[in-house]
Nanobody, 120 residues
Framework: QVQLVESGGGVVQPGGSLRLSCAAS????????MAWYRQAPGKQRELVASITSGGSTNYADSVKGRFTISRDNAKNTVYLQMNSLKPEDTGVYYC??????????????WGQGTQVTVSS
């Protein structure tokens, strides 16, 4: 089993910044892909940004140029630096990881979610 523990959410004014962290622990052989998703009230969960084990990144159009995803493979941790935050960035942010636990064994894992509120 693997656990994902998120931190860094909070309340920030428009134009402000926050940094989210997500640390994975447990039975990990390789973390193939890590990502951040978010879910606003009344909306479906959407991909914000993702990063592969090789460092390739992908961003939602709405956050390009403002958010940066990065990872520390040695610490099994992914980060999301969020700058120039807007009220529409408000939501619960979920960490996701696709993890190979052993030969022929790979699973999806989700964190518990952390609230980000952008409001004046």
């Amino acid at each position: 089993q693997v656990q994902l523990v998120e931190s860094g959410g909070g309340v920030v004014q428009p134009g402000g910044s926050l940094r989210l962290s997500c640390a994975a622990s447990g039975s990990i052989f390789i973390i193939i892909r890590m990502a951040w998703y978010r879910q606003a009230p009344g909306k479906q969960r959407e991909l914000v940004a993702s990063i592969t084990s090789g460092g390739s990144t992908n961003y939602a159009d709405s956050v390009k140029g403002r958010f940066t995803i990065s990872r520390d493979n040695a610490k099994n941790t992914v980060y999301l630096q969020m700058n120039s935050l807007k009220p529409e960035d408000t939501g619960v942010y979920y960490c996701y990881a696709f993890i190979q636990e052993g030969i022929g064994v790979s699973r999806d894992y989700w964190g518990q979610g952390t609230q980000v509120t952008v409001s004046s």
